[in-house]
């Protein structure tokens, strides 16, 4: 009797799914199946769904609702594709796929290797002559042209490291030592990197993202490079406009990285000429409008080569640029413009660090902003006497063991709300206090200066 009774009961559930929401009014005997048939077939859905509960306990098929605690006023969830645990195989296919492999990662880092190797080589072949920068000429050339062919094993990879090879062989076979020419002769190298990246671009497309980072990295510095040079600007100009760029770079890039296809964000279907058609909702539309994971899966791996290749190429234009500002400026008040500018470059590379997830992207634009404090370091410490040098050093010391015991105390506080803020600020006006620099470094302020005392003694 008392399951006649139960039988006998109505519940009055509500199902959400992909296919849209829908309030049914079933037997307390009902079974899960039978509930997730009367979905689908109410909203034409192709499929029958599993059922869960609000909090994704999923139900089985053949229980009654009853049974499992459904009451009335409940909310069913329906899902055509309940995620499951991911298998030890499947996480070895995600991280292959994703480009975490160790094999993978290994090659990568034997091609930065060489990478660095074909630019050393390319600076050794300045200093030499004869049939040494013949043959240092000639093997560079030839690891550009074998880094760009499709065949063989990690094409990628060799493809990303090949235009590296292609800017050390222009820069060796053009080499000046003028120090006015040394802007044109890197913008060359650029241009020469670009080429090769567009080579191996229009060869094979798996290095895609990495490629065109070369392209437009290295024909925006053969641009800058030759209008600093047709303006007759002094090298320190071209030096500090390369280290912004690079600080801009590290802020912009995410945002333009990011590069959703149309059809994900506009429901290009529901776009008609009439207002009436453009009302019309055809059945099982929501069901369609679902973006699948696997194209989320597509966008996001194509973003974090984009960000982690631009911040690539942010290290070397910060690590080359800083060191090379600091040695042009030599008047007295671009030394002091071109100094500040060094460390608040730095400081704004070390906050934007921050803002980036992908843990090799953030590790790249740490190391250039340390690098930039590095070579501002460097500099200073030789304008020092042996005394101050010795208590800069026992401070320094002294400094850094404060800093392990604040790191350790704060713990996870700069995830916090509180001090994201506070680093965007300061991110924001070290990005401010560095473009403010710009002006002094590369010379205008004091030309000014001169210019109206000019004026002043001449009136």
């Not at 671009?334 to 500040?340: F, N, Y």
Request: proline share 5%.
């Amino acid at each position: 009797m008392a399951d006649t009774v139960a039988n006998s009961a109505l519940l009055a559930v509500t199902v959400h799914g992909p296919a849209g929401v829908v309030d049914l009014v079933v037997p307390a005997g009902a079974v899960a199946a039978d509930v997730a048939a009367e979905y689908a077939q109410q909203t034409h859905a192709g499929v029958v769904p599993d059922l869960h509960t609000r909090i994704g306990t999923p139900l089985a098929g053949d229980v009654p609702l009853s049974r499992a605690g459904v009451t009335t006023g409940d909310l069913l969830v329906a899902t055509t594709g309940a995620p499951r645990p991911a298998s030890r195989r499947r996480a070895a296919t995600h991280r292959s796929a994703a480009g975490t492999d160790p094999a993978v990662g290994l090659a990568g880092l034997w091609f930065l290797v060489a990478a660095l190797a074909a630019g050393l080589a390319g600076w050794c072949a300045t200093v030499s002559d004869g049939g040494l920068r013949t043959a240092a000429l000639l093997t560079l050339v030839a690891g550009a042209v074998i880094g760009v062919l499709p065949v063989g094993r990690l094409v990628e990879l060799r493809a990303v490291a090949a235009p590296a090879f292609g800017a050390a062989a222009a820069f060796a076979l053009l080499w000046d030592p003028h120090p006015v020419r040394l802007p044109m002769l890197l913008g060359v190298a650029g241009l020469a990197a670009a080429l090769v990246a567009a080579v191996g671009r229009a060869l094979d497309e798996r290095s895609e993202e990495a490629l065109r980072v070369w392209i437009v990295g290295g024909a925006g510095l053969f641009l800058l490079a030759g209008l600093c040079t047709l303006a007759g600007a002094p090298p320190r100009l071209a030096w500090a406009l390369v280290l912004m760029a690079a600080v801009l770079a590290a802020r912009f890039v995410p945002g333009l990285a990011v590069d959703v296809p149309d059809q994900y964000l506009i429901d290009l279907e529901r776009l008609a000429v009439t207002a009436w058609s453009a009302r019309a909702q055809p059945p099982g539309k929501r069901g369609r409008s679902v973006v699948p994971l696997g194209a989320v899966a597509v966008v996001a791996g194509r973003a974090t080569r984009v960000v982690t290749a631009a911040a690539a190429a942010v290290l070397v234009l910060a690590l080359g640029a800083a060191p090379l500002l600091l040695t042009t400026a030599t008047l007295p008040v671009d030394r002091v413009g071109a100094r500040l500018m060094v460390f608040f470059a730095g400081a704004a590379l070390l906050l934007a660090g921050r803002s980036y997830r992908h843990r090799a992207a953030r590790a790249e634009l740490r190391a250039a902003g340390i690098g930039c404090w590095v070579a501002l370091a460097v500099l200073l410490v030789r304008l020092l006497e042996p005394n101050a040098l010795l208590w800069m050093a026992i401070g320094s010391t002294a400094l850094a063991i404060l800093m392990v015991v604040v790191a350790v105390a704060v713990g996870r506080g700069w995830r916090s709300a509180w001090w994201s803020r506070r680093a965007e600020v300061a991110e924001g006006l070290a990005g401010a206090f560095a473009l403010a620099s710009l002006v002094v470094a590369t010379g205008w302020f004091r030309q000014l200066w001169e210019i109206a005392s000019l004026w002043e003694l001449s009136s």
